[in-house]
């Protein structure tokens, strides 16, 4: 398994995420399986959110005490995994929430829930129109000094949108976490066409290259719903809608004995901006799967196919 930093530390974490989205009708039997086969694989990092399971009986945060009534951790595992949560989107009218009360809240509760002291990453799940960085940076520093977040970051954020928490923030923002497949690709194909009249990927879409910006000021990007066809649901593989692409991945993966999953998961993993990838199956097999492609090294030509057999523009 290969690792990456951790934004701007020096601690290294795997470049697969177990992702705990889908866990909430799961038995403890079935969860147990899953963690099992995660950390086997060396995917020793957990990504939850207040959000997961809330249309369930348990409500916001059941998939947290889905996954801690399952493996019951003791302290000495719990110490051996890296726990991550999000928070801010509520099931309300005003859908967000990046209040100091709001935040505090919720990770007392995650911390109930994931019966756990501490979280390792607290990440706000969307951006807040309504956000005021200085309520923010205030729980965040209560947060901390108390021990019970080790580090911060930020998911589905702009450039712009990092740069006003941070005005008030103190605390480095260590994650970004962004919508990235084969075919929903545009924040890594934006700019290959640049100045080319009617080519969409000429395009800069997020304020200013939201990949580019991670990359020099240190922010680790993960990868979510990395086998998506894109707006669309379902996953690439085998889809009628991407036989170009379909035919490039079942190529490499004869060529390098893997599956289309392990290639889909080295398209990413390639990018020298040292990206997590994280996983949102229920399946062990496909976390195996999906482990093969961590550090397998796809060469220029067969990145740059990829991702022209998605359909993106390269000149």
Same mark, same amino acid.
């Given at each position: 398994m290969k690792t990456v930093p951790l934004g701007s530390t020096e601690t290294p974490v795997p470049n697969i995420i177990a992702g705990m989205m889908r866990i909430a009708d799961l038995s403890p039997e079935r969860v147990r399986e899953?963690?099992?086969?995660?950390?086997?694989?060396?995917?020793?990092?957990f990504d939850h959110a207040d959000l997961y399971g809330f249309n369930h009986p348990g409500g916001y945060h059941h998939c947290e005490r889905v996954f801690a009534e399952a493996l019951n951790l003791s302290t000495a595992e719990r110490e051996q995994i890296t726990l991550q949560t999000k928070t801010g989107i509520v099931d309300r009218d005003w859908h967000y929430d990046s209040s100091y009360e709001h935040i505090v809240a919720s990770v007392e509760e995650s911390l109930r829930a994931l019966r756990t002291e501490y979280l390792d990453v607290l990440l706000l799940h969307r951006p807040d129109a309504l956000v005021e960085p200085e309520e923010v940076a205030r729980a965040f520093d209560q947060l901390e000094s108390a021990g019970k977040v080790r580090s911060f970051g930020v998911s589905n954020h702009t450039p712009r949108q990092i740069d006003l928490l941070k005005t008030a923030v103190r605390q480095p923002l260590l994650v970004n976490q962004v919508q990235l497949s084969l075919t929903h690709s545009t924040i890594v194909a934006q700019?290959?066409?640049?100045?080319?009249?009617?080519?969409?990927?000429s395009l800069t879409r997020d304020g200013g290259g939201i990949?580019?910006?991670?990359?020099?000021?240190?922010?680790?990007?993960?990868a979510w719903s990395p086998f998506q066809r894109g707006a669309q649901g379902g996953v690439i593989f085998g889809s *009628?809608? &991407?036989?170009?692409?379909?035919a490039e991945l079942d190529r490499l993966a004869a060529q390098y004995g893997v599956t289309p999953t392990a290639i889909a998961t080295a398209w990413i993993t390639r990018h020298p901006a040292r990206m997590q990838v994280i996983l949102g199956t229920t399946n062990p097999q496909r976390i195996a799967d999906?482990?093969?492609?961590?550090d397998l090294p796809l060469t220029r030509g067969e990145w740059y196919g990829l991702?022209?057999? *998605?359909? &993106?523009?390269?000149p």
């Open positions: 899953l963690y099992s086969a995660a950390r086997e694989a060396g995917a020793d990092f700019g290959l066409a640049s100045n080319m009249a009617g080519q969409e990927d990949v580019d910006y991670c990359r020099l000021h240190s922010i680790t990007l993960q *009628a809608d &991407h036989p170009a692409l379909n999906a482990v093969a492609g961590s991702l022209r057999a *998605a359909g &993106h523009h390269v």
